[in-house]
């Protein structure tokens, strides 16, 4: 409910407010409108699963991709060679966030998301027509430089809503996320070599049996280019003024309206002064702890992504599951069907009692007796190991995405509004490093252990779970004082 203290934005009564500034309605549209924004969230969930998609579907596919492009001289390096290209679009993404964060900061979230998404449409259904190893890596890599979707989109979440629905507005963005868990594997899985799964409806002399992996990208970018289009009617939350009324000449600036960072202790917006206040960013503990954890925690969840669908499709004498491209992307899609429910059902409950910071490390310390447990299931087989790993991966799908959502939710309140965009950037870049780095380490330490099995005390998929392990509970450590402080409370409304 809007503050009855705080004067509504309207150009008769306040002159603060511009006629034609895209923030200043939006602004005046969450005061007036008390209830959830649904059309908004829609557009921040159809963004976010647009970004997830081109990421979650490759995994199911990316061991016989590699397979067939002829770059691995053994069966045991593949895994070397696909950690590469899991790599490419992370590392993209990480040399170009600070800059789109940048660009959405100055140009506004909407032009942002839509170059991102034409980007999905290009290079996502090139990367679909890949017959060369460096064709693969080249497409994902630009389509990561050119994908600035998460940092803007994270920023409008919180922007487009009152403060009290700010929670799960950051929510949908992860669970979006999930949705792309459900439907991204689903696609690769079950599209990808589709002249091989269904000879009486694809020809293998037709487009999809000379370009294998075609389907599953070209079903993507024709769905990104649905949310192009809905995203022409986007509304802009970017304020396109730097004025503020006289009312707030001696406002302090935590008390300063989102649209009005000029004030007491900014001054003019200079050059020296943006710079300087980039730089508070820095010295900003909770933000910094926050970023460290998120990307400790990107680095394991991706890591054990990479690994996951190597180490299913392997063969068992290699400590494998021998599952196919179908059984892992049905793995994943269960894993994501069961992370919605839990977010729409259980975790806003959850999360209002126990808050984002007990909440993680209560779900980081269940995580990693769970992963553990991940090289006994080879030894099952049937239905008891489809049972075992769809429960395990849904598990581990679950406690990964809360502690994303409770970090989330502790960064971007960790800064005030003018400077969430730039926070929001900063983390994506770190993040993306991390996740650029978690491929490629993970597939060169899958390889070593496709290559050390049999080991007289731990076996290479031992020690393959035991480093995601480490990860685990070096970011669980890490969430207590004195490395993680909290100025105040931690407990943040959930609504739903």
Not at 61 to 77: E, P, T, V
Not at 261 to 266: A, F, H, M, T, V
Not at 315 to 337: D, H, R, T
Not at 449 to 458: D, F
Request: hydrophobic share 45%; glycine share 8%.
């Amino acid at each position: 409910m809007a503050d009855p203290t705080t004067p509504l934005l309207e150009p008769s009564k306040n002159a603060f407010f511009h006629e034609n500034c895209p923030g200043c309605k939006q602004d005046r549209r969450n005061q007036l409108h008390l209830g959830i924004p649904f059309r908004e969230f829609f557009f921040i969930w159809i963004v976010a699963l647009c970004s997830a998609l081109p990421i979650s579907s490759l995994y199911p596919f990316l061991y016989f991709m590699i397979h067939d492009l002829n770059i691995a001289k053994r069966s045991q390096d593949i895994g070397f060679f696909a950690g590469f290209v899991g790599s490419a679009f992370m590392l993209g993404r990480s040399l170009t966030s600070i800059f789109w964060g940048m660009v959405a900061d100055r140009y506004g979230r909407k032009p942002v998301v839509m170059i991102s998404l034409f980007a999905i449409i290009v290079f996502n259904t090139l990367f679909g027509l890949s017959k060369s190893y460096w064709m693969a890596i080249t497409t994902r890599l630009l389509l990561g430089l050119l994908s600035g979707l998460l940092g803007p989109i994270q920023a409008y979440a919180s922007e487009v809503c009152q403060k009290e629905y700010q929670a799960l507005g950051l929510s949908i963005v992860d669970t979006s996320w999930a949705m792309g868990l459900i439907f991204g594997p689903a696609i690769g899985g079950f599209l990808a070599q589709p002249a091989e799964k269904y000879p009486n409806i694809f020809a293998m002399e037709c487009l999809f049996g000379r370009f294998p992996y075609f389907l599953p990208c070209l079903c993507i970018s024709l769905f990104s280019v649905a949310a192009f289009i809905a995203c022409l009617w986007l509304p802009e939350t970017m304020h396109m003024h730097s004025e503020c009324g006289p009312e707030y000449e001696h406002t302090e600036v935590m008390e300063a309206p989102p649209h009005c960072p000029n004030l007491k202790g900014y001054g003019r917006e200079t050059k020296q002064r943006r710079w300087f206040s980039e730089q508070s960013i820095l010295r900003n503990r909770l933000l910094m702890s926050s970023i460290v954890l998120y990307c400790i925690f990107g680095l394991q969840s991706t890591a054990y992504t990479e690994i996951f669908s190597l180490w299913a499709v392997s063969n068992k004498s290699y400590g494998g599951l021998s599952f196919s491209s179908q059984e892992v992307g049905l793995v994943l899609a269960m894993s994501g069907i069961s992370l919605l429910v839990y977010q729409l059902v259980f975790f806003p409950c959850i999360a209002k009692h126990l808050g984002p910071i007990n909440f993680t490390r209560v779900v980081a310390v269940l995580l990693i007796p769970l992963l553990a447990s991940y090289p006994f299931m080879a030894k099952l087989s049937g239905l008891d190991l489809k049972l075992t790993v769809n429960c395990a991966s849904s598990l581990r799908s679950i406690f990964s995405s809360t502690i994303t959502i409770g970090l989330n939710i502790l960064m971007n309140n960790a800064v005030s509004q003018h400077k969430r965009g730039a926070a929001n950037g900063m983390a994506v870049t770190a993040l993306s490093l991390f996740k650029a780095v978690a491929p490629a380490g993970a597939g060169i330490l899958f390889s070593w252990a496709q290559n050390h099995q049999g080991a007289s005390i731990l076996s290479g998929d031992y020690i393959v779970f035991l480093v995601l392990d480490i990860f685990g509970l070096v970011g669980l450590i890490l969430t207590f004082k004195p490395f993680l402080t909290q100025p105040g409370t931690e407990e943040i409304t959930v609504t739903t």
